[in-house]
C-alpha cells in the first residue's frame, strides 16, 4: 500500500489492499496524515483482490481522479489430465 505524494501536491497510492473497513480506515488515516483531499492516481499491477480490493469503499470515502492499470487480462484454460471432468477446463 506504498503512497506517494510530490511537491505540486499530486498524490499516487500503488496497489490498494484487500477489501474491508481495517485496510480502508488504514490508507485513510495515512492519506489525512499526508493532509490529502483527494488521491490523483490510484496504480493497480494486476487483478489479485488484494492489490484492488479496497479500491470501491476507499473511493467511496475519498475521491480518486484518476486509475491505472495494466489493461484486460487473457487467462488461458488450464486443463486437467485425469478425473471425472477430464478435458474440461478448471474454470468457467
Known sequence: MPAAGDPNGKSLLFDASQPGEPYVNRILSIARQAGLKQI???????????????????????????????????????????GPRQGRPWHR
Do not use: M
Open 40 to 82: 490523483d492516481y490510484v496504480v493497480i499491477s494486476h487483478y489479485d483482490w488484494d492489490h484492488y480490493g479496497a479500491v470501491p469503499a476507499l473511493s467511496e470515502k475519498l475521491p480518486i481522479l484518476n486509475y491505472v492499470d495494466h489493461g484486460a487480462t487473457s487467462v488461458r484454460s488450464r486443463r486437467r489430465t485425469a
